[in-house]
């Protein structure tokens, strides 16, 4: 690397964990973040470190970095349901336009370029588990379009860079991940179900808890996203844990793990919910050597731990703490 590593939506709940582990194996950070959806507390530790940086900007609308860059993260976008849907028109933008903007500075830098694109590019998917050469089953004008398509837009994109610039991309569709940091008001579903076990409050199951999703803990995707930018594999490459559970189960484990007597009540199901998720992660095994090892169980005590500690604080963690 001949410059720092700058992360788009580095205050992020993934993009500061990716920050620490690359301060900690001795690089430096440019984090770049409006704090739309992130939050200064995840990396106010960082803050005065002499390799990072932190720039607030919305690059959608810029990208100022002076210097060198060595390599560019693009994670900025809103990535949980309620956040995008509360903020149609900027997802849109961010992966358009912001993605365009990370594109160009990594081609004017010929520096290693990582999209984090996303499971949702499956849509509400036919094959199960999801492997990377499956396109997917996206409705294009339902309300989780704006992610959707934005993301598809993405991968489009950085492809065409690739292609017609000879920028040095890659892309990894991150499948749901969890962990500290996660905002107690993110609106995700381990974060929703662990506040409200940890509050005594009923857990919102929405629709009839038969969905399906596969949780990878935030220290195995990050591993992950690291294995992928330091090779010179192009992907996609799906990062995520098949550990696959219905919602409705993850809901009882997250009861019994906390030792809470909060119970299960039923919501209405999003529209285009998709009713199955798991990567098959065969391609990252294989060409990365990578492979999730934290089981469930233990990652959700860990953030369980977290969002206690925030909650008896009275501290949200929302976008707008920045
Ligand atoms: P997050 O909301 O915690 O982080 C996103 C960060 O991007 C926030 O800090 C936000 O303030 C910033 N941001 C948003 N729009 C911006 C803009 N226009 N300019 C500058 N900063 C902006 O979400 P996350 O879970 O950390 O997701 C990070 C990335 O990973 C996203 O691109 C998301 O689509 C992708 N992803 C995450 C998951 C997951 O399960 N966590 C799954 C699939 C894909
Ligand atoms: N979900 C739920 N209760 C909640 C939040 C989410 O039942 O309080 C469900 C949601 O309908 C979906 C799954 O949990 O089927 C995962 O939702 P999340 O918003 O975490 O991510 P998604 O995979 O839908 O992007």
Redesign the pocket.
Known sequence: MTGPAVITGGAGFLGSHLADHLVARGESVVCVDDFSTGNRENIVHLIGHPGFLLVEADVSMELPVDGPVGSVFHLASPA??PDYLARPLQTMAVGSEGTRRALELADRHGARFLLASTS?VYGDPTVHPQVESYWGNVHPVGPRSVYDEAKRFAEALTMAYRRTRGVDACIVRIF?TYGPRLRPDD???VS??LVEALRGEPL????D?T?T?SLCYVDDEVRGLLALADSDEVGPVNIGNPDEHT?ADLARIVIELTGSGSEIVHLP??VD??TR?CPDITLARRVLGWAPEVALRDGLARTAEYLAARISSGRRGSGSAG
Do not use: K
């Open positions: 949980s349901p949702e749901n609106g995700r579903v929703n179900f919102t199951v929405y629709g808890g969905q999703r919602v199901l999003p919910d998709p998720r």
